[in-house]
Nanobody, 125 residues
Framework: QVQLVESGGGSVQPGGSLRLSCAAS????????IGWFRQAPGKEREGVACVSSNHGSVDYDDSVKGRFTISSDIGKSMVYLQMNSLEPEDTALYYC??????????????????WGQGTQVTVSS
């Protein structure tokens, strides 16, 4: 059974940084794309960044371009989300999700079949 476990969330001040991790098992990142999503209270779950490790493709939501970086380690089956210059608007529960890699990086939540439980990120002064 596919298991995705997020970690690395926490509370930071505006302008701070956090690095989220997503441990994926038993799937191989050679065959699965991974996406990071977030959901703030009262809002829809939205895509943040996604990666196709096998094809070397990444995609970012406009709101995080230049601030967040997604990366992966195929050997460790880990995907990371480095978040810099955090803003209060980034406060949300962050999820990673997995879907079979067809060569086109899935960017919407409807395209993902497997989900983790989430890790909370709070940006506040």
């Amino acid at each position: 059974q596919v298991q995705l476990v997020e970690s690395g969330g926490g509370s930071v001040q505006p302008g701070g940084s956090l690095r989220l991790s997503c441990a994926a098992s038993p799937l191989s990142l050679e065959y699965y794309a991974i996406g990071w999503f977030r959901q703030a209270p009262g809002k829809e779950r939205e895509g943040v960044a996604c990666v196709s490790s096998n094809h070397g493709s990444v995609d970012y939501d406009d709101s995080v371009k230049g601030r967040f970086t997604i990366s992966s380690d195929i050997g460790k089956s880990m995907v990371y989300l480095q978040m810099n210059s955090l803003e209060p608007e980034d406060t949300a529960l962050y999820y990673c999700a997995a879907e079979s890699d067809t060569g086109v990086v899935p960017t919407t939540r409807e395209q993902y079949h497997y989900w983790g439980q989430g890790t909370q990120v709070t940006v506040s002064s």
